[in-house]
């Protein structure tokens, strides 16, 4: 284990934002996490985790001890006729977790292909697409806990799944450190095409009997088709979440906007974050080195040399306007430091 001092975290974050850290260093195994935690104790160090950098915005020099994860390995530990159970380490690329199921024909996680990040992150954001979150695939996770370094087991019940949301980003926040996650896929696929435009564009491959290659084939196209490529320009995807409102909310936006979108759910209406953003008038906006992505509003964009104080001030304007308009406030998806 290598504790490097002032490192710049630009190869570290989505958003392309050039911030140091006081300390770093990336961790392989749970003693090495371990070893950090002790190291940051004699430093009085507050200890930030870092996954793949692309749920984060750096509004600043970091005081810190960074730990990057990077636990490795995917590892079948229990299979019968309809299921597979893999365990997986957190420093995991998600995408690349996602076509080795592909490639061995586990369903479950196909439609959600591209998404960025790492493994461990996946259930702490409880990430989600086309009609599939982290909680449907879910099994349990392995994590250390920061002040007695002993490793616990999570369940599905203890992780308090919501939209977006876990136990992990609320009541547990900064108590953890996830380091395998267990996944539950399975051996006999059950298809979902009916969200966003995956039917449409399987049909637009030609494809009359899906499959969990092409369903996420169909999924890589519709995001690249949509969202910028963080290696070209600056970007965490989408910032912020879709919010819900209440029927009778809608219907008055409805009054309104009688084409405005909305899908109900247990909880009321959704409403497409990106759809209200456009609304408001900021899609394609840019101010200076930033902006709001021409062809997706919900990604706010570094064009390169941007600053991540900037793009917060920019994410509250966007709040603030769309509040006005439509009486909602949007929360970010992005972590801000």
């Not at 490097?4 to 300390?23: C, H, M, V, W």
């Not at 690249?224 to 989408?238: F, M, R, T, V, Y």
């Not at 600053?307 to 992005?334: C, M, N, T, Y």
């Amino acid at each position: 284990m290598n504790i490097q001092e002032n490192i710049s975290l630009l190869p570290y974050n989505t958003f392309g934002i050039d911030k140091i850290a006081r300390y770093f260093v990336q961790v392989t195994s749970e003693k090495d996490i371990q070893n950090a935690l002790d190291f940051a104790e004699t430093k009085f160090l507050q200890v930030i985790i870092l996954g793949g950098g692309s749920n984060i915005l750096l509004t600043q020099d970091l005081q810190a001890l960074v730990l990057k994860i990077e636990i490795k390995g995917i590892k079948l530990i229990f299979e019968d006729e309809e299921n597979v159970f893999v365990e997986v380490g957190a420093g995991e690329n998600w995408h690349e977790f996602v076509l080795h199921c592909i490639h061995k024909n586990w369903a479950g996680v196909e439609n959600l292909s591209l998404i960025p990040g790492t493994v461990g992150a996946s259930p702490m954001q409880n990430i989600g697409a086309y009609g599939v979150e982290i909680k449907d695939v879910f099994h349990q996770l392995k994590a250390l806990n920061r002040k007695t370094k002993e490793t616990e087991v999570f369940n599905w019940e203890d992780c308090a799944f919501g939209y977006r949301e876990s136990v992990f980003k609320n009541k547990l926040k900064d108590h953890y450190i996830i380091t395998q996650v267990v996944f539950k896929l399975s051996k006999k696929p059950v298809f979902h095409t009916e969200y966003g435009a995956i039917q449409e564009t399987l049909e637009q491959m030609g494809v009359a009997s899906p499959s969990i290659k092409l369903i996420s084939d169909a999924v890589i196209q519709i995001r690249q088709s949509k969202l910028p490529d963080p290696k070209e320009i600056g970007n965490a995807g989408s910032f912020f979440k879709n919010p819900t409102i209440s029927k009778n909310h809608y219907m008055k936006i409805k009054d309104s906007y009688p084409n405005a979108p909305g899908y109900p759910t247990e909880e009321g209406i959704k409403v497409p974050a990106a759809w209200l953003i456009e609304q408001a008038g900021w899609k394609g906006k840019t101010f200076g080195k930033i902006g709001v992505h021409g062809k997706q509003p919900l990604v706010l964009v570094n064009y390169g040399g941007g600053d991540g104080k900037a793009i917060k001030e920019l994410s509250r304007e966007i709040q603030k306007s769309v509040h006005q308009k439509f009486g909602i406030l949007l929360h970010p998806e992005v972590n801000f430091l």
